[in-house]
């Protein structure tokens, strides 16, 4: 099982990866598909034609664009009547899926051991820097190993 999650979350990683980048592209104020169209020269109505839809239907879609409001089943069939592919994913705030994981399990580790360490020293028992970061190490790896569900918490 536990191989499981770490290929899929490898795979995963794999395809997202051809995202990495787009983050820093820039959306225009007015929407990517009003930016098409006026590139292109197209007008409203024309746009509505291709789409079925009327002019002042074609201004509406344009306009949920800009607001974030469009679904994504509108914009795949905008980008397709305007001979373009629509295509979406996720970009990671860190180098990979992985890399997440992995700071969730350090954030995890720290807060269960520093919680034991403090319990430790209210009964005189606390423990030395060197051997806290080491149990933070150790638990934070195997956290990330078995990836439970409490990571997300």
């Given at each position: 099982m536990r191989n499981q999650k770490k290929l899929l979350l490898e795979q995963l990683d794999n395809k997202l990866s051809a995202f990495n980048g787009t983050e820093t592209i820039q959306i225009p104020d007015k929407g990517w598909i009003y930016n098409i169209r006026t590139a292109l020269n197209?007008?409203?109505?024309?746009?509505?034609?291709?789409?079925n839809i009327t002019k002042q239907g074609a201004k509406k879609i344009e306009e949920?664009?800009?607001?974030?409001a469009i679904s994504i089943k509108s914009l795949s069939e905008?980008?397709?009547?305007?001979?373009?592919?629509f295509v979406y994913g996720f970009?990671?705030?860190?180098?990979?899926?992985?890399?997440?994981?992995e700071i969730k399990a350090i954030d995890l580790a720290k807060?269960?051991?520093l919680?034991?360490?403090?319990?430790?020293?209210?009964?005189?028992q606390g423990n030395a820097d060197a051997q806290i970061k080491k149990a933070?190490?150790?638990?934070?790896?195997?956290?990330?190993?078995?990836?439970?569900?409490?990571?997300w918490d």
């Open positions: 197209m007008t409203l109505e024309q746009l509505g034609q291709k789409l949920r664009e800009s607001t974030g905008v980008a397709k009547a305007l001979d373009m592919k970009v990671s705030n860190y180098s990979s899926l992985e890399k997440i994981v807060k269960i051991v919680r034991t360490h403090q319990n430790m020293k209210l009964e005189n933070i190490e150790e638990l934070s790896l195997e956290l990330k190993r078995e990836m439970p569900k409490s990571l």
